[in-house]
């Protein structure tokens, strides 16, 4: 068995819903439950990848070794059979908030790099330090330095310990190639684990949707509703693991080439209307 860490970096703002809600938002987006952090889920990671296979030259054969047969496929002559490939859910390394200086910051935790630094199998990367909730460790771009070392994210100003550690700055630039994540650098900040997770439950993208009668002009009955989205420039890391099941399919070159083919995926929902558009890279 062997794991590759597939980089899912948001161009557009994207929707992976979880069906409506009671609460303020009508459409919320999924979260894992203990961290309240967003989340894709492996299936929709998946399901995606498969459906970008069945549109390249990939034969049938090789597409159902990778991922499975459909339901409809399955019959007295093809056997139900798994995938050889794992796809486990995409959990938030950086998230974009506003700031007061530079437009805004990519904002991380200790939690979060340090899982990220397990799934990657980066045991070498110097301890990182622990702010608490009123300070931070950021970059140049987003610090104001003048008269005291502050960083403003949305309303509130965090005390600038030192600067974002460089060694992992080095390591979490090299994870997309997305060229506005190239641009990431300086723009990072530290946060406290609950500082993060704030931001990551009440700075996500919410809009609402209508949908007007052409008749009478005015909004169709029960088609006003809101919908959360992450913002665009996130940065998710989801492992995937090659099981090795069968000897004569090469499931790491089959992953390989599906992302060389489609270095822009679209995941969740309304992708007519731009949602979802992600830059792809596999390591």
Known sequence: MKTKLLYIFTRTPLHVGVGSSVGAV?????????????IIPG???????????????????????????????????????????????????????RSAKGAFAYVTCPFVLQRFAREANLPDLSDLPQPNDQTCLAGKTVSIDNPAKRVVLEEYAFEKKEDFPAEWQTALLSLSEDPVWQEAKDRLVLLSDGDFAHFVTTTTEISTQTKINPETGAVAKGALFNMECIPAETLFAAPVQIIGRYKDTDSEAGLAAIVENNPIMQFGGNSTTGRGFCSITLK
């Open 26 to 38: 009508d459409l919320p987006i999924r979260r894992e439950r203990h961290t309240n952090h967003p």
């Open 43 to 97: 299936s929709s990671i998946k399901g995606v990848f498969r459906d970008c296979a069945s549109h390249s030259q990939d034969t049938q054969s090789l597409i159902r070794d990778l991922f499975g047969p459909d339901n409809d496929e399955i019959d007295d002559t093809n056997k139900a059979q798994a995938g050889d490939l794992a796809f486990g859910e995409a959990r938030p390394i950086a998230f974009p908030v």
